[in-house]
């Protein structure tokens, strides 16, 4: 097991990008507010949605945005998200290791669809299932019903938008989280896709499955808070002002 110091060494030596002006500008007008105690929410997270059913407490929930955050900023920083997506998740996964999460494997497998279409959000929630409880798919169904009735301009949707998808390509993860044994556990859906159907918005899109190809892993994550709260903040140092720019709440 990693010592203390070494983790912490790892942390303060990640290489992060660059401040975002477009996003920053949104700040003018957009906070993030800090996680109420105990009741529901959900959040855009840059590329992820992450959401949490009722029973975190305020410091649960920010320990887990902001350590996922870090893990995708820093992997954003070393790889192309849309790209070079597998190295983009061996980062991804090797950033949070050492934060305290236990986490398994991504392995992905090419979605296939049903039929000759397929609606994204549909799609994704109905992966989820596999790993997560009703309760969990259905507030990650809010968060991103939520993440929809934003307006064009809000700094949430500007931060999705930007984070997670190109015109034509994109790299995701929806993640609702609970409390298992006193632990934080995330359930993990991770997506990529390649498609030649330009469009935005493209949660709500219906694609043909001949112009798509999605990919997916899901995982059980735990966070082992003994650790975390010793590298807490370290990882919140390190963030400095991303942790409001690159994270927006939405209202579920």
């Not at 070494?6 to 660059?18: G, Y």
């Not at 949605?49 to 320990?63: C, I, P």
């Not at 999460?101 to 497998?109: S, T």
């Not at 990650?140 to 949707?157: E, K, N, P, R, V």
Request: hydrophobic letters at 40%; aromatic letters at 10%.
């Amino acid at each position: 097991m990693l010592a203390i110091s070494d983790r912490l060494n790892f942390i303060n030596n990640l290489q992060l990008p660059a401040s975002n002006l477009t996003l920053q500008s949104n700040l003018l007008a957009n906070t993030t507010t800090p996680p109420p105690d105990d009741s529901k929410g959900g959040y855009v997270v840059d590329g992820s949605l992450v959401s949490f059913v009722a029973g975190l407490d305020s410091q649960n929930k920010s320990d887990v945005l902001n350590s996922t955050l870090l893990a995708q900023l820093a992997a954003n920083k070393k790889y192309d998200r849309e790209v070079q997506t597998q190295d983009w998740y061996k980062y991804y996964q090797s950033v949070l290791e050492p934060l305290g999460w236990v986490i398994q494997a991504f392995n992905f497998d090419k979605y296939n669809a049903a039929g000759d279409s397929f609606e994204m959000n549909k799609a994704v929630i109905e992966i989820l299932k596999a790993i997560a409880s009703e309760d969990e798919a259905a507030v990650s169904q809010a968060t991103i019903d939520a993440l929809g009735a934003l307006d064009s301009g809000s700094h949430g949707l500007v931060l999705w938008n930007s984070s997670s998808s190109s015109v034509t390509a994109g790299n995701f993860q929806i993640a609702p989280c609970g409390l298992s044994n006193g632990s934080v556990v995330m359930k993990n859906a991770s997506f990529y896709f390649n498609t030649t159907e330009s469009t935005t918005g493209f949660l709500w899109f219906t694609y043909s499955t001949s112009k798509m190809s999605l990919y997916k892993s899901t995982n059980t994550m735990t966070l082992d808070g003994d650790i975390y709260t010793k590298v807490r903040q370290a990882v919140i140092d390190k963030l400095g002002d991303k942790a409001i720019q690159f994270v927006a709440d939405l209202d579920i």
